[in-house]
């Protein structure tokens, strides 16, 4: 599976050096994060009921080019790897600029588990998540 | 009672215009707030405890000077007035320049309720904290 | 003149009370006077090419109920009073709970003034803005 | 070389899953860094004047126990590797709770390259900066 998700950079996104600060990219990936999980049957509304939180256990991510105030960030989440009890996502950040050319602004991978809380214990991945696993 | 708090504006707090965000600032007021409400017997130790929580019903901000990457801003809180159910707290944020001025950067005030969560039920002020009052 | 914007809120803007944090709504303001401010003729691409920025000199905000996990937030912008040097913009913040009932979780005002950067010199706000003044 | 820097977990770094947000902990990674950057001689003040910015192009963290509202965090920073255009610096955050016992929260490596503002230009590592490598 794969999901797109947009943002604009906002004022807050930035940072003085003039380019998105390198914490808010994982404002934007989380965005996408939480579509692909309400995709696969997660959404923010069976959190709050269920009370089975996705947990992120290891974040990975190399910035590629800056992005800027205003620009239109397009993020792809994928479904990479599934596991027992925890599941590999990957995103890729990209923008157009005016001239047209597609840029790729960084790229991540997170790890996720499923906690219940408030015991924090562990459950298992869903099985046929499996079944949903693509590659960016 | 007056409490004083200091923070060092980092590359986080700012944004593309070359400043500290106006979102950040409630950062630093949140900050000295929270060392104001321990010292008045509501610690984040005893939040955690008693799930008596601080809730914020109001700001007021006043930026008055911007403050820029590396800035150390001194961060006053007093406690202004104590009612039944709320209490006003007042902030200045000042900072010293190279040439030893004292600039204020903003002054704020924000109106607190207590509540005990989970229920949300309001919780009355303790009536001690009237006798703490004062002003900037 | 009246904008809407609509966002969801998500992990990052909730705090450990169980509710979105009195800082986060500040970031879906920002959000709708970006939008704002662009019909009105100062886009995100028109700040970063002329370097006149908005800047915030005052906010008031009022919490009145508390925004959850994957609430969707309706924010509605109006331009309430133009002046020579100063904008002021009202908002409210309103969600649509379950029962199909509509909730006014907060509402706000901010004053916005126009500047010149890297100078910092004040800009006149443009006079055709003060026909397009409207409230709540 | 090795840095220590402590903070204290605010309202505004958890989330309603009730634990510090995987975003939060980049701020204490930022704040580390900041500290260890000053010490190889490259401060705020210094970036300020020289407009030599440090620019993360990677960050890896592992998230292994949650940080909780009020946790006394210990961010220890390293100087792991320095290369021709290119440092990575190592994190390990921890807390001690009551019972004495001290508890690995985080750890993380995070890539910085220097860059020349506003040409965006990269500028060499000090040379003398390999002298001062370290590991966790």
């Known amino acids: ?10 004022f807050y996104d930035t940072d003085c050096g ?3 600060s390198n914490i808010a990219y994982l404002r934007f990936v989380e965005e996408a994060r939480t579509i692909q999980f309400a995709e696969l049957g997660l959404s923010l ?16 991510i190399d910035y590629r080019a800056p992005a ?11 479904l990479e790897t599934v596991g027992k009890v925890r599941a590999i996502c990957g995103f890729t950040l990209e923008t157009t600029r005016e001239e047209g050319k597609n840029i790729t602004l960084s790229v991540a991978k ?3 588990a ?20 693509t590659s960016c």
């Open 110 to 112: 997170q790890t996720a």
């Open 1 to 10: 599976m794969k999901i797109e998700h947009f943002a604009t950079v906002q």
């Open 45 to 60: 509304d069976d959190i709050n009921k269920s009370q089975i939180f996705p947990v992120v256990t290891r974040t990975e």
């Open 68 to 78: 800027k105030l205003g620009d239109k960030i397009r993020i792809s989440a994928f």
């Open 18 to 20: 003039g380019v998105v």
């Open 114 to 133: 499923l906690v219940q809380m408030p015991s924090g214990k562990p459950r298992r991945v869903p099985a046929e998540w499996s079944k949903m696993t």
